[in-house]
């Protein structure tokens, strides 16, 4: 069964400094990958989702993730986090039993 | 585009009481997918339809939830009787899936359910 880790429940970062989600998958077979941002009493919007067309995703909000098949990772970046990025971060992936398994997610908090 | 509308916002009911939770997705979008999200869990799929039809609810938790989607552009999540364990934030979502999977989902904005 397909399963998506995020290392870290909690990141914080000073503002402008650099924004780095860990997510790892696992999957005998690339899965398509998502990331999803949650901002408090909201559902899930979409940052941007991996299809193999390219390895490095770029995504709204100067967010971009980049897959690395060799070491099963799909990490999120934003070089210069803003006091509104605070929010809850989801990576995903889709098998092809087309079922979306989340991580347990990353609460990012942002420092003035 | 109005997005997918869940209703209600928040619900709060005693224990053994019916619980109904509604879901309008995206029009066009052919697959629907409810969720919970609690703080010990995460995100949970609990069922899945694709042009209206139930393909997978192995998560749904127990006899006591039901789902249904009589129609392309609603469904109900049901509870019955409801428990305190079953509170928790309730979400919906809904994407056009064609033959590839990479179809992102798009979420409404949940149901938060207190079950005293």
């Known amino acids: 069964a397909q399963s998506v880790t995020q290392l870290g429940s909690h990141v914080s970062v000073s503002e402008g400094a650099l924004v780095l989600l860990r997510c790892n998958y696992s999957?005998?077979?690339?899965?398509?990958l998502f990331w999803y941002v949650q901002y408090p009493n909201q559902g899930l919007q979409l940052l941007l989702k991996y299809t193999s067309a390219a390895t490095l995703v770029k995504g709204i909000n100067d967010f971009e993730a980049e897959f690395k098949k060799s070491e099963t990772s799909f990490h999120l970046t934003k070089p210069s986090a803003h006091m509104s990025d605070a929010a809850e971060y989801f990576c995903a992936a889709r098998s092809s039993a087309r079922q979306l398994t989340f991580g347990s997610g990353t609460q990012l908090t942002v420092l003035p | 585009d109005a997005g997918v509308i869940q209703s209600p916002r928040h619900e709060v009911t005693e224990m053994g009481q019916e619980v109904t939770l509604r879901c309008k997705p995206i029009s066009g979008h052919n697959s629907l997918f409810w969720y919970r999200q609690t703080m010990m869990r995460g995100l949970e799929l609990l069922i899945y339809f694709n042009n209206n039809v139930p393909i997978d609810d192995s998560g749904m938790p127990e006899d006591r939830f039901s789902a249904k989607m009589p129609n392309a552009s609603f469904s109900t999540l049901k509870i019955q009787p409801s428990e305190p364990r079953d509170s928790a934030v309730y979400f919906c979502?809904?994407?056009?899936?064609?033959?590839?999977?990479?179809?992102?989902?798009?979420f409404g904005n949940g149901t938060r359910l207190t079950v005293t």
């Open positions: 979502a809904s994407s056009l899936e064609g033959d590839r999977d990479s179809s992102p989902l798009h």
């Open positions: 999957s005998s077979v690339p899965p398509y």
